[in-house]
């Protein structure tokens, strides 16, 4: 990989979830292009139905941690993010029963992971939380959802990031189907 211009290919292929962060700080220019990657992503009729929290008080991190089934590795990394959504102000689906509000949020982080990978920060996907007690702790208003935490910062070795090898992913033919899944036999 061009470390000073990698594909966005690369990026995908060499992106990993991180568990072992460094303590050196994220410079504010590269904070800034992290929050241009989540401002600047999709949402379903560009509702942009999100608030998100850029933690980094040590208490904080460190009590988010233990919420997230004591996961310490968390309050590691130098930033939490903490994705917001308010699913009253997302799309609605047809009948109104559904909405966009997780699938734009995972857009926004996913946006998140890739700007971040460029910049040799790693991240990782955190779902097993207390969202009540994150609310409660950040004062998250009762019309929110925590999507997602995702700490962000460099890991402790560059031997955490490697590329996938074609052996880990499913063959082609395990994932992909063309115009059917599978065609009815009418």
């Known amino acids: 990989m061009d470390k000073d211009n990698p594909s966005i290919h690369e990026i995908i292929k060499n992106r990993r979830s991180v568990r072992k962060y460094s303590s050196k700080p994220i410079p504010d220019e590269v904070l800034k292009r992290l929050k241009y990657a989540l401002r600047f992503a999709p949402s379903a009729c560009n509702l942009q139905p999100w608030k998100f929290i850029f933690v980094t008080d040590d208490n904080l991190k460190t009590e988010l941690s233990r919420i997230a089934?004591?996961?310490?590795?968390?309050?590691e990394a130098p930033l939490i993010v903490v994705a917001c959504g308010f699913p009253d102000k997302a799309y609605k689906r047809m009948?109104?029963?559904k909405n966009s509000v997780d699938i734009d949020i995972a857009i926004a982080l996913d946006h998140l992971t890739l700007v971040a990978a460029s910049e040799g920060l790693g991240t990782c996907w955190i779902g097993a939380f207390n969202e009540e007690q994150v609310k409660h702790l950040l004062g998250v208003p009762k019309n929110a959802v925590i999507t997602a935490m995702m700490p962000v910062g460099y890991p402790v070795s560059s031997n955490l990031i490697h590329p996938v090898s074609e052996n880990q992913r499913k063959p082609e033919s395990e994932i992909f189907?063309?115009?059917?899944?599978?065609?009815?036999?009418n």
Do not use: D, V
């Open 95 to 97: 009948g109104g029963c």
């Open 177 to 185: 189907r063309t115009n059917y899944y599978k065609k009815s036999k």
């Open 69 to 75: 089934n004591n996961q310490s590795f968390i309050a």
